[in-house]
């Protein structure tokens, strides 16, 4: 009995595309005002990010990454927040049930950059790298916003002390910026 092509091409697209989605990276919809103006500028642009999975791969996050994670609140939702610190840092905080905290290893501090209307580490606290699914490299849509999403963090969040990241951490980073060149449609949201 011979397949049709349809089914032949059925049986190995849904694998690679699977495959694809759960590896590299996909477009989500980013909903809510906590990240503006990096993303959602204004209540009548909606962006559209490309997540990757494969930056994460290693959960390596540097700070002022935009990454996608699972809301420690909230198993079922996926939030996207800024990397404001990361393991060994001390960090003020704003409203956190401590005036400072030293970021745990394997934990990073995240936040909106729209400080007060953002549900995030100065709510729930340091988060667990293992929650991180993906970081946001580029708005993909609208046209008019098409760029790549730069890793800074605002000058008023900056880390008050810095802590030492392991050296292998720090230069596969590096070397995979040098080497890189500057679908699904899931909604990235957070909880209020």
Same mark, same amino acid.
């Given at each position: &009995?011979?397949?049709?092509?349809?089914?032949?091409?059925?049986?190995?697209?849904?694998?690679?595309?699977?495959?694809?989605?759960?590896?590299?990276?996909?477009?989500?919809?980013?909903?809510?005002?906590? &990240?503006?103006?990096?993303?959602?500028?204004?209540?009548?642009?909606?962006?559209? @990010?490309?997540?990757?999975?494969?930056?994460?791969?290693? &959960?390596?996050?540097?700070?002022?990454?935009?990454?996608?994670?699972? !809301?420690? $609140?909230?198993?079922?939702? $996926?939030?996207?927040?800024?990397?404001?610190?990361?393991?060994?840092? @001390?960090?003020?905080?704003?409203?956190?049930?401590?005036?400072?905290?030293?970021?745990?290893?394997?934990?990073?501090?995240?936040?909106?950059?729209?400080?007060?209307?953002?549900?995030?580490?100065?709510?729930?606290?340091?988060?667990?790298?293992?929650?991180?699914?993906?970081?946001?490299?580029?708005?993909?849509?609208?046209? #008019?916003?098409?760029?790549?999403?730069?890793?800074?963090?605002?000058?008023?969040?900056?880390?008050?002390? &810095?802590?030492?990241?392991?050296?292998?951490?720090?230069?596969?980073?590096?070397?995979?910026?040098? !080497?890189?060149? #500057? !679908?699904?449609?899931?909604?990235?949201?957070? @909880?209020?």
């Amino acid at each position: &009995m011979r397949f049709p092509t349809f089914l032949k091409s059925l049986l190995l697209g849904v694998p690679v595309g699977v495959t694809l989605l759960d590896c590299v990276g996909y477009v989500a919809r980013v909903e809510g005002v906590s &990240m503006q103006p990096a993303l959602n500028p204004d209540a009548t642009v909606t962006d559209y @990010v490309f997540l990757s999975r494969w930056a994460v791969r290693n &959960m390596d996050v540097q700070r002022g990454d935009i990454i996608s994670l699972i !809301s420690p $609140k909230d198993p079922t939702q $996926k939030i996207i927040k800024r990397v404001v610190a990361l393991q060994g840092d @001390v960090i003020s905080t704003l409203g956190y049930k401590l005036p400072y905290v030293t970021v745990p290893e394997g934990h990073c501090w995240v936040e909106g950059d729209h400080t007060g209307n953002s549900l995030d580490s100065n709510t729930f606290g340091p988060v667990s790298l293992g929650l991180v699914t993906a970081r946001a490299t580029q708005i993909v849509w609208p046209p #008019s916003r098409w760029q790549q999403l730069p890793s800074t963090v605002p000058k008023t969040r900056e880390p008050i002390a &810095m802590g030492k990241r392991p050296a292998a951490v720090a230069s596969s980073r590096s070397v995979s910026n040098s !080497s890189s060149s #500057s !679908s699904s449609s899931n909604p990235i949201g957070e @909880v209020h």
